[in-house]
């Protein structure tokens, strides 16, 4: 059974930091292109960062550039989100998923279409 456990969601001021954590199990994050996607009340789902399965390509939308970092550990099989410089706008429940296509061994992209595997999401608050 494929199931993903995100952890690290909270509350933050504005300006702080905070890590998720996404445990995967069932499948091999490194088999797939795996994303961080994020959705506000009354919004789109929104892709906030992808890595392809081979690890060398990496994707941010452009509202988290310079603040977000995605990385991935194969050894425990979890994929992060480390979150610096957090802006109230970044309030949102954030998910991890997975995905295979053509080209997810050297490119991932921010279309949630495109990922089939998704986590039970992490409430993330950026509040003062």
């Known amino acids: 059974q494929v199931q993903f456990v995100e952890s690290g969601g909270g509350l933050v001021q504005p300006g702080g930091s905070l890590r998720l954590s996404c445990a995967a199990h069932?499948?091999?994050?490194?088999?797939?292109?795996i994303g961080w996607f994020r959705q506000a009340p009354g919004k789109e789902r929104e892709g906030a960062s992808c890595?392809?399965?081979?690890?060398?390509?990496?994707n941010y939308v452009d509202s988290v550039k310079g603040r977000f970092t995605i990385s991935r550990d194969v050894a425990t099989n979890t994929l992060y989100l480390q979150m610096n410089s957090l802006r109230p706008e970044d309030t949102a429940v954030y998910y991890c998923a997975a995905g295979i296509t053509a080209y997810s061994d050297y490119e991932c992209r921010l279309g949630a279409s495109e990922y089939d595997t998704w986590g039970q999401g992490t409430q993330v608050t950026v509040s003062s």
């Open positions: 890595i392809s399965s081979s690890g060398n390509s990496i």
């Open positions: 069932g499948l091999l994050l490194d088999r797939y292109a």
